[in-house]
């Protein structure tokens, strides 16, 4: 076993994403239906260079999404079933719409009460602004590198196009960055909870979570 080495990448934090053939021109000629409200303050932007959201948190409920829901849904299980290997059923819990005018971006946050969160991008182009990952480890030791990997890399951006759908961890911490085009960034934005039972029937912590319509 001399000059045997091995190197494990553990634990790994999955960023899902595929570009769906839908007409997203279609869905942001819908949009001038819905109200907006800028998503909120910032510690070192003023709200007006904060993207704005739709006031509705359940735009997938309209019935002119239909079908747009159905083939996000089928989409996620691909995710959730041939690559997470679940068995357990998931719910739509909240979706709305973001937009951004050009300087307008989003702080760092994540989304509290769900699983996984996603993003479909409608209108947007190489400047409109990428969205970055953060996982904002409590490391013991903020070393400099030569470059950066997946080993000792912290932040990745994904720069996004007309309908990329991306699935992730909702813990994990993202934002916007700040749209540099001329065009307005749409995207639809959505979180996930696993319906049904958690755990193992004979497990203590087991729990039956069933999600309101």
Same mark, same amino acid.
């Given at each position: ?28 000629? @819908?949009? @001038?239906?819905?109200?907006? *409200? ?17 006031? +509705? ?7 002119? %999404? ?30 709305? %719409? ?5 300087? @307008? +971006? ?13 993003? =479909?991008? =409608? @209108? ?12 904002? &480890?409590?490391?013991?030791?903020? =070393? ?6 997946? /080993?000792?890399?912290? &932040? ?7 309908? =990329?759908? /991306?699935?992730?961890?909702? &813990?994990?911490? *993202?934002?916007?960055? &700040? ?35």
């Amino acid at each position: 076993m001399s000059g045997y080495t091995f190197l494990y990448n553990a634990f790994s934090t999955p960023i899902y994403g595929k570009v769906l053939n839908i007409d997203t021109k279609k869905i942001v000629s @819908q949009l @001038q239906k819905y109200d907006f *409200h800028n998503a909120g303050f910032d510690d070192f932007l003023d709200v007006k260079e904060i993207a704005a959201v739709s006031n +509705s948190l359940n735009v997938l409920n309209d019935k002119k %999404f239909k079908d747009l829901k159905k083939v996000l849904m089928n989409e996620f299980y691909l995710f959730t079933e041939e690559h997470m290997r679940y068995i357990n059923e998931f719910k739509i819990t909240t979706s709305w %719409f973001t937009k951004s005018i050009k300087g @307008q +971006s989003s702080n760092w946050h994540n989304h509290n009460n769900s699983m996984y969160s996603a993003v =479909l991008y =409608l @209108q947007t182009d190489e400047n409109s602004g990428a969205i970055s990952f953060n996982k904002y &480890e409590n490391k013991r030791f903020d =070393l400099e590198v030569q470059d950066f990997n997946i /080993l000792n890399g912290t &932040e990745w951006k994904i720069t996004p196009g007309n309908g =990329l759908f /991306l699935i992730f961890p909702s &813990e994990i911490y *993202h934002k916007t960055q &700040e749209n540099k085009s001329d065009i307005v960034r749409h995207s639809l934005a959505l979180n996930f909870l696993p319906t049904g039972l958690l755990g193992h029937t004979s497990a203590d912590s087991r729990a039956k979570i069933n999600v309101e319509k």
